[in-house]
């Protein structure tokens, strides 16, 4: 038994207004507390096949408020494998990811947006040379990583109308549809763009061979990336009030946000993607509510 031991994650219903008995989440959010929801799925195969390769060196990419560096950062600790982010940062930056991040023992290396851009040469200039070094894409994203989604189809044991999740690469939206079509079932996806980059969302789906099964929604990122708006905070503070369930205002708030807002009709499925550590931000605690 070790972090990435399989579990199935609970399906609970979910009481929204509207939904009357039709709507349930997926709480991926409950799988551990940091390496938790779609980040323990992504990095469930990756971390294994750097094991069996016999590196002992995660070297990944992420920004102050990655869930993905938070996640790598605690399984690297919890496998005895040593952890490094180049952290895309102009200035100097500290906040409670980074903090967590360096209790679990993460070498992060702040890199300029610039240097930021060109990974796979920060990856060889730096550990070129380190045999141990194992190359993590940013987010998790690779073909690994959709393997490991595709799994939270299998431990479903109906078949949803629509399932709702929170996108950023498409990753997650790939995977979910990868066991989608595994399944045979007629499912779909409705991918909800937290940041301005739906249409390089719908693009990558389409060439994925995704397009029939995944929609990718471009009309709830609040602005943008870690955007947030009054109207936001007041939904997430009501629904967590409702449902005791905490979602963050970066991800699953504005997927929730959408599905509450489209209102889509048939059995739907909210996968809680995680990360729950994005709520605590004093950026967003200045927002009252
Ligand atoms: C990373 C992340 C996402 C986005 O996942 P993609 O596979 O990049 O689309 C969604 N929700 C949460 C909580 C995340 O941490």
């Known amino acids: 038994m070790d972090v990435f031991s399989s579990i199935s994650s609970r399906l609970e219903p979910l009481n929204l207004p509207g939904f009357e008995g039709r709507l349930f989440i997926k709480r991926d959010d409950l799988i551990h507390p940091i390496v938790c929801g779609n980040k323990w799925r992504k ?23 990655s869930n993905h560096l938070l996640a790598t950062a605690c399984a690297g600790a919890a496998l005895g494998l040593k952890t490094t982010c180049f952290l895309r940062a102009d200035e100097d930056i500290d906040n409670h990811y980074l903090f967590a991040a360096r209790l ?56 949803p109308d629509l399932i709702v999740h929170a996108s950023a690469t498409a990753t997650t939206a790939s995977g979910l549809a990868a066991g989608i079509v595994r399944k045979g079932w007629k499912t779909k996806v409705l991918s909800v763009a937290v940041l301005k980059n739906a249409e390089e969302q719908a ?16 009309d709830y990122d609040f602005g943008g990336y870690a955007k947030t708006t ?8 009501t629904t967590v009030a409702q449902t005791g369930i905490m979602f963050d205002p970066v991800y699953s708030g504005k997927a929730l946000f959408a599905l ?8 739907v499925v909210f996968v809680h993607t995680g990360g729950t550590m994005g709520i605590f931000s004093e950026a967003f605690m200045k927002i009252k509510s």
């Open 104 to 159: 679990y023992g993460m070498n992060l290396i702040p890199t300029d947006r610039g240097a930021y851009r060109d990974k796979e040469s920060l990856f060889y200039t730096h550990f070129g040379q380190d045999v141990n070094a194992f190359y993590v894409a940013e987010g998790g994203e690779s073909v690994d990583a959709e393997l490991g989604i595709a799994e939270l189809i299998d431990e479903l044991d109906w078949e």
């Open 203 to 218: 693009q990558k789906l389409q060439t994925g061979g995704w397009s029939n099964v995944v929609s990718v929604n471009a």
């Open 230 to 237: 009054f109207e936001l905070m007041e939904f997430i503070r």
């Open 43 to 65: 990095l469930k195969y990756l971390i294994r096949a750097a094991q069996e390769q016999g590196k002992n060196h995660l070297v990944t990419f992420g920004g102050a408020y």
């Open 260 to 267: 509450n807002s489209l209102k889509p009709e048939g059995k």
